[in-house]
């Protein structure tokens, strides 16, 4: 079992950055494929990005891709979201997850966090 704690959400102002972490627990966190999400009031859970459990290979929605950058540091048990650029439409509840497969379905994502807020104003 592999328990995601996601932190460092909040409001910024449309242009800004934030970065959120995805603190992982209780299960070798190595080996998992880990992943963002978020979800828009109204709107279906979204990919935003993926990273490899080597760190080798990074995946991003078109959306996002420029903008935002993932990173994580196994020897932390952590996985990072730099936000730089944010649109009002990237206004949702962010997500942490971990899977086996390197693919941006959510279906395949075993394990996820509870979501941080992240609203940006115009």
């Known amino acids: 079992q592999l328990q995601l704690v996601e932190s460092g959400g909040g409001l910024v102002q449309a242009g800004g950055s934030l970065r959120l972490s995805c603190a992982a627990s209780?299960?070798?966190?190595?080996?998992?494929?880990m992943g963002w999400f978020r979800q828009a009031p109204g709107e279906e859970r979204e990919f935003v990005a993926r990273?490899?459990?080597?760190?080798?290979?990074?995946y991003y929605a078109d959306s996002v891709k420029g903008r935002f950058t993932i990173s994580r540091d196994n020897a932390e048990n952590t996985v990072y979201l730099q936000m730089n650029s944010l649109k009002p439409e990237d206004t949702a509840v962010y997500y942490c997850?971990?899977?086996?497969?390197?693919?941006?379905?959510?279906?395949?994502?075993?394990?996820w966090g509870q979501g941080t807020q992240v609203t940006v104003s115009s």
């Open positions: 997850a971990g899977g086996i497969s390197g693919t941006s379905l959510i279906g395949t994502y075993r394990y």
């Open positions: 209780g299960h070798t966190f190595t080996g998992y494929v």
């Open positions: 990273i490899s459990w080597r760190n080798d290979i990074t």
